[in-house]
């Protein structure tokens, strides 16, 4: 089928806006580029495919013998006479999208117009011709007008009419636009035609019984295939001549023509494919060829440039240029398992090691050249290439190749339990052996062990020696280093462990700060990364592909390839350093090549093998692997990702449980009814559909989009939807993980019942606001003959309430005083002084410059002399009463404002308020005399003098630093006051006062209590003490 230049000037952008993608290698075989092919298993109508054309939305279309069939890349929909009465007949011979985006078919009873979702028959211009009409090619001429090949002659379509072009009376078998002109072709005759010039050609004599069927526009020439060989047309020389070939190609009718963008000319014909450069045949394609895709009679360039085949025998192949080339059991491998390979020295080879023996690929061809017997193990695991031999490290075993012979080594017993998985001379001709057993230097004479600082043999996988002469080692338990004679482990306190199986290391570019860099691949961990002198893990938590790594190899392009079990991918060695950086969030990493071909964007095929030495280079630009089906090379500089932006399609709604077609309004308005609603939609891009994955939503309700399962059929489905407007939109990327920037959006409105009206609303407001209104004046009537009701009641119960306030605050009173107040004594006790002493000081504090200036407050501590004896003597009766006389004793000799507590059994404090500090002893005095004059009573007949020990403190203690001491501390202070009284006779009193030598410190106290004669006698403290003075000078007297 031919590609229309007109069609390409006004299709769609997404096509077109992006660098364009690689077409076919013109260098690679056909065998090389990568085939899928749609039959009737995959829902293709019929498996003969006459033509092929691509419409302005995206959507392949495909002329079969039973209908048409519009292709998305994963479904078909295919229309015929059954189900569109529009399509004359099944038998579809040519298709076309004209410049006007809409597509004809051309079919052996008529032609169809398909045009935004609707298809129409074009009819005859007179009612008195026959209804049908076999039309064999369709074209559009450069003026827009479109012709048709019949075979009762030429028509063109005017008016939505067939006219007969009476010129050519004969029958025509194909018409084509080319270089400003339409052209077509008969029997023996090619006409052209542009405007009023016509100007008939005449074929070769001996081609003059010859059809000219297909035509085609290649290098300034017309191709034209006819049913007796290949022709073309030079416009310079107005001469149409036989195509000078020396293959069969001139044997065989011209079944189809079709050019790609890498200016391929292929020719289909019952004996295979032929592809044309340069007006030479650079290669035929048998039918038998490894595709097994045979018989083409159609051939289209789509926009994404994959080239697109009809068979005759075997429905549609997508052709495209893939990102490998792979050389197995076709280029003459003995077994497709391979296991190592290595560029040869002179560069014009490739050593392949398989799973029997060892092979040479020179010119896409491979020679074997050690057979598995000659071999201490059939298997070729790794290899090492040197000027004069090449060693081979087999699953039993080393061995060389040197002219033309396999030699088994020295040590043949030693190393026959062995596999070898890698073998490195270093910078100092020293030859490493890394072995499932330990690591070996091997020498001549003998074989020399090297194991872990433990004495341990562990297996290993790669070896390497860095720029600066580092031997390093991968294996089973993580990365080593061989320093004096011992393996010893790397990294372990920079984030690397013992459990890891490393099977490559590839040193890196120093960063931009100097620091090493380098990179180990591990079968199960991921990859680990040493940047700025730390080991950073990658792995599918980073973006990373899933995928048990085998090699890990720097393109020099700022590209790491990493292979493993899985398959093949590359990331950006600056993404990963940025990302450890914490300079962008997340890493780009694009599978190449997957087993399964499951992974999104990924080409299927097989890959990779093996871990160590030999298992993957890169030479000259050039990527190489060992895999499960020969070995596979890639060209970094040829893998382009997809740059062409799908274009999105909304094909249909479902509504009431009818599918209605996009086409049919801009929007759609559903009745109340019609809450469940269904989207069919697609995406158009070829190159790897199964890759394109969907986001979508629902605004109006849903905000948020909402990513589709890949897996999942192209449809959406709503339930129960709300009344209102709504609009569904998509959006799809491609194979390379692109979005689209275009949104396809269908716009719908779900009407609402009257009870879910904005008028139904206003109705139940205004109802609801009458009957609010209708209740609001019943209940006020209500409310008021309650109300006087209620207010004498409350009168009532209010007379009630303030009498039982007052009881209820008496009797809260009466708690609080009971709560604050000794039950013995009646004074006040602890807890009142805890909660009352604060506010006393903070109002003393207060006042101190002012109303108290010089002033200070006195904490008494008052101790009953000798109170056990009384217990003891007379009871415990007796002991209550002296201490109830004691305190009445108190109580008449404090003033008003001061306070006394009883602090426990016979001790007490008396707090006084403010006073000149030299009343103190006289006031503390008169209270000892007081106590000491008075009789107590301790039975009905006998009578006792008491005493009392009087231990007290200034507050504050420091003048000049207040809140030094607090007055739990001043208590403490009078406390060690009444210690010094009893000490010295009891019946006394005693103060300790600070002089000008006294540290202002806390730790006065602890001095105190140690070492208070110190103290005194450096004058540290004063002791003022009723003991110290002569009796008849004592103060109070």
């Given amino acids: 089928m031919k590609s229309i230049a007109l069609t390409l000037i006004i299709v769609c952008g997404f096509a077109f806006n992006s660098p364009s993608l690689q077409a076919l290698d013109p260098d690679k075989p056909f065998s090389q580029y990568v085939l899928d092919a749609w039959s009737i298993e995959q829902g293709l109508p019929q498996i003969t495919v006459h033509s092929l054309t691509q419409d302005d939305q995206g959507y392949m279309w495909i002329g079969t013998q039973a209908g048409v069939a519009r292709f998305d890349g994963v479904s078909f929909t295919t229309y015929s006479s059954d189900n569109t009465p529009e399509l004359p007949g099944n038998f579809i011979q040519d298709l076309l999208t004209d410049s006007k985006g809409r597509v004809w078919i051309a079919t052996y009873k008529g032609l169809t117009r398909y045009e935004k979702g609707s298809f129409t028959h074009i ?57 400003n002109a339409l052209f077509v072709g008969g029997v023996g005759n090619l006409w052209r035609m542009n405007g009023d010039q016509f100007q008939q050609i005449s074929l070769p004599v001996e081609y003059q019984d010859s059809t000219i069927s297909q035509m085609i526009w290649h290098n300034s020439t017309l191709w034209l295939g006819t049913n007796n ?81 009809g068979s005759y025998r075997d429905g549609i192949a997508r052709l495209w240029n893939g990102r490998t080339r792979r050389y197995s059991v076709s280029s003459g491998l003995n077994e497709p398992l391979v296991w190592s390979v290595l560029p040869t020295l002179d560069d014009k080879g490739i050593w392949t090691g398989t799973n029997l023996g060892l092979s040479l690929l020179k010119d896409g ?21 040197e000027p004069d031999k090449l060693w081979i490290g087999t699953r039993k075993g080393l061995a060389t190749y040197s002219d033309g012979k396999a030699q088994l080594t020295a040590h043949k017993e030693q ?45 290993i996988r790669p070896i390497t020696e860095l720029s600066d002469g580092r031997l390093m080692v991968g294996s089973q338990k993580g990365l080593h280093q061989l320093i004096d004679g011992q393996l010893v482990p790397v990294g372990l306190d920079k984030g690397l462990n013992l459990k890891l199986d490393v099977s490559d290391i590839e040193e890196l570019p120093n960063s931009v700060s100097g620091q090493p860099q380098m990179v ?13 002198g730390q080991w950073h893990r990658l792995s599918e938590q980073d973006g990373m592909p899933v995928n048990e790594s085998f090699t890990v190899i720097n393109d020099g392009n700022d590209h790491l390839w990493v292979s493993g079990f899985k398959g093949l991918y590359q990331t950006p060695l600056s993404h990963i350093e940025q990302y450890i950086d914490k300079q962008r969030d997340d890493i780009f990493a694009y599978m190449i090549l997957s087993e399964s071909g499951g992974i999104l964007g990924s080409q299927k095929g097989f890959c990779c093998n093996g871990a160590g030495n030999a ?58 009814n019609q809450r469940d609603v269904k989207f069919d939609f697609t995406a158009l891009s070829y190159r790897d559909p199964k890759s394109v994955l969907f986001k979508y939503r629902l605004v109006g309700y849903q905000d948020d989009w909402q990513m589709l399962d890949p897996k999942a059929q192209r449809r959406v489905n709503y ?136 002033d200070t407050m006195i904490f008494a501590l008052v101790d009953i002399d000798h109170f056990k004896n009384i217990n003891d003597t007379y009871g415990h009766k007796a002991g209550d009463d002296v201490i109830q006389k004691f305190s009445e004793v108190i109580r008449n000799h404090i003033r008003e404002g001061d306070y006394a507590v009883r602090w426990g059994g016979e001790e007490f404090i008396i707090v006084f308020r403010p006073m000149p500090g030299p009343m103190a002893p006289i006031i503390i005095n008169r209270l000892r005399l007081a106590i000491e004059r008075t009789s107590f009573k301790v039975s009905d007949d006998k009578t006792e003098t008491i005493t009392c020990s009087i231990g007290f403190a200034e507050y504050p203690f420091f003048k000049q630093d207040i809140k030094r001491l607090s007055w739990e501390h001043t208590i403490e202070l009078a406390d060690h006051a009444l210690y010094t009284v009893k000490e010295n006779g009891r019946n006394g009193w005693a103060c300790f006062n600070p002089t000008d030598k006294t540290p202002i410190s806390k730790d006065l106290l602890f001095t105190i209590k140690n070492d208070l004669d110190s103290e005194l006698e450096a004058g540290r403290l004063k002791l003022n003490a009723s003991f110290l003075i002569d009796d008849s000078k004592k103060p109070g007297e």
Avoid at 423 to 430: L, P
Avoid at 431 to 446: A, I
Avoid at 660 to 670: D, K, P, V, W
């Fill in 365 to 385: 061809t491979f020679e074997q050249l050690i057979k598995p017997e000659d071999l201490p193990h059939p298997t070729v695991y790794t290899l090492l290439q």
């Fill in 615 to 672: 298992k993957g280079f890169l030479h000259n630009g050039q990527l190489w692997y060992p895999t499960r089906d020969g070995a596979v090379n890639i060209d970094p500089a040829n893998i382009r990702l997809n740059q062409i932006l799908p274009n999105v399609v909304i094909e249909r709604i479902q509504y009431n449980d009818n599918w209605h077609s996009t086409y049919e309004a801009q929007r759609f308005n559903l009745a109340q």
């Fill in 415 to 459: 190393l026959s339990t062995l596999q070898i998985n890698s073998i490195f001379r270093d910078s100092q001709q020293r030859l490493w052996l890394g072995t499932s057993n330990g690591l070996f230097q091997y020498t001549e004479q003998r074989l020399i062990p090297y194991t872990t600082k433990s004495g341990e043999f562990i297996f």
């Fill in 123 to 179: 009819n005859r211009d007179t009612d008195n011709q026959p209804l049908q009409l076999n039309v064999l090619k369709v074209d559009e001429d450069p003026h827009g007008r479109i012709w048709l090949s019949t075979v009762e002659g030429l028509y063109c379509v005017e008016q939505d009419k067939l006219v007969r072009y009476t010129k050519i009376p004969q029958t025509v078998s194909s018409v084509y636009t080319a270089n």
């Fill in 719 to 854: 339930t129960n939807l709300p009344p209102g407007n709504y609009s569904f939109q998509v959006q799809a990327s491609n194979n390379a993980g692109l979005w689209s920037k275009q949104t396809a959006e269908l716009h719908f409105t779900i009407a609402p019942y009257f009870y879910e009206s904005f008028w139904f609303y206003i109705l139940i407001i205004i109802t609801t606001a009458i009957l609010i209104n209708f209740w609001h004046k019943l209940r006020t009537r209500s409310l008021q003959a309650k109300k006087q009701e209620l207010e004498d009641k409350i009168k009532q119960h209010t007379q009630q309430l303030e009498v039982s306030n007052q009881k209820l605050h008496e009797a809260v009173e009466a708690l609080k005083e009971t709560s604050q107040t000794d039950q013995l004594t009646g004074l006040k006790n602890r807890r009142y002084l805890a909660s009352q002493l604060p506010a006393d000081l903070a109002h003393f504090e207060r006042e101190l410059t002012a109303q108290y200036e010089g």
């Fill in 520 to 532: 180990i691949s591990t079968i199960s961990q991921g990859l680990y990364f040493l940047r700025n």
């Fill in 229 to 309: 060989g290949l022709l073309i047309y030079s416009p310079e020389s107005g001469q149409i001549n036989e195509f000078q070939t020396s293959t069969a190609l001139y044997q065989y009718p011209v079944d189809a023509l079709g050019t790609d963008s890498d200016n391929n000319l292929w020719i289909g014909t019952i004996n295979g494919l032929y592809r044309i450069r340069s007006s030479q045949v650079v290669e035929h394609v048998p039918n038998d060829n490894p595709h097994n895709f045979q018989q083409v009679l159609t051939i289209y360039e789509d926009h994404e440039q994959n080239l697109w085949f």
